[in-house]
């Protein structure tokens, strides 16, 4: 279930579980931004699916991190809802409606889901600290793509920060950490430590998923209700 990372003692770190990678590739290398054509970095979206067990936790855990994250810039802390009504492309939590592609339509499975828009750490210029495969071991960058595809679901650490540097005052995340399931259907189209052991284990597998093989070399306005 979502969650504050503990560890993080300004509670604006979250684990996020049971999300879907999406726009996941620049994970492996660094690609340029619709926002931003000359800059190129590691980034990612991932889905907050309503029809996730863990939806409401992952929603708690980023909110109450937005919450944490408003008081510590000494502003109100409900201002990122300002943003998430009214100016959603300074935050980097959004309704899925709010992607669209060039005919308008919005990007598959992120209807009546929520978004969580970011880049790896100093502004996409890193790679998450750690990229994990579903056993918890570290993916070589060859296999990044592979392995953390878009579709897949995910346990994901974020951290979230005010700034209002370059440009209007805003809320933007950092990836810190991703483990992928490494199930789940293809879609189209500054860090904090953290350790192997803050993943939990994935249970329910018949095939002992939990250990490597052996041989291996509503509508979208209700969203949120406050």
């Known amino acids: 279930m979502g969650k504050l990372m503990e560890r993080d003692n300004t509670g604006r770190t979250t684990m996020l579980t049971r999300v879907r990678a999406s726009f996941a590739?620049?994970?492996?290398?660094k690609k340029a931004s619709k926002a931003d054509p000359t800059k190129l970095s590691h980034a990612a979206n991932f889905i907050i699916e309503r029809d996730s067990p863990d939806f409401e936790s992952n929603k708690a855990a980023v909110v109450a991190a937005l919450q944490?994250?408003?008081?510590?810039?000494?502003?109100?802390?409900?201002?990122?809802?300002q943003l998430f009504d009214d100016d959603p492309k300074q935050l980097a939590?959004?309704?899925?409606?709010?992607?669209?592609?060039?005919?308008g339509e919005i990007y598959k499975g992120?209807?009546?889901?929520?978004?969580?828009?970011?880049?790896?750490?100093?502004?996409?210029?890193?790679?998450?600290?750690?990229?994990?495969d579903r056993y918890?071991?570290?993916?070589?960058?060859?296999?990044?793509?592979?392995?953390?595809?878009?579709?897949?679901?995910?346990?994901?650490?974020?951290?979230?920060?005010y700034t209002d540097k370059h440009g209007p005052a805003r809320i933007t995340c950092s990836i810190e950490a991703v483990r992928s399931w490494q199930e789940g259907?293809?879609?189209?189209?500054?860090?904090?430590?953290?350790d192997e052991d803050d993943f939990d284990t994935i249970e329910g597998d018949d095939?002992?998923?939990d250990s490597p093989p052996k041989t291996q070399t509503s509508s979208s306005t209700s969203l949120l209700d406050f």
Not at 111 to 123: C, D, M, R, S, Y
Not at 149 to 158: A, F, H
Not at 185 to 194: H, S
Request: glycine residues 10%; proline residues 3%.
């Open 25 to 29: 590739e620049s994970l492996q290398e």
């Open 68 to 81: 944490n994250t408003c008081k510590e810039a000494k502003r109100s802390e409900n201002w990122w809802k």
């Open 93 to 103: 939590f959004r309704k899925g409606e709010r992607f669209k592609d060039k005919n």
């Open 110 to 132: 992120y209807e009546n889901n929520l978004i969580v828009v970011g880049k790896g750490p100093k502004a996409g210029a890193e790679r998450p600290s750690k990229l994990l």
């Open 136 to 161: 918890k071991r570290p993916i070589e960058v060859n296999d990044i793509n592979d392995v953390i595809y878009n579709g897949t679901m995910c346990d994901v650490v974020i951290s979230w920060y």
């Open 185 to 194: 259907e293809r879609l189209g189209g500054g860090g904090i430590y953290v």
């Open 207 to 209: 095939d002992g998923f």
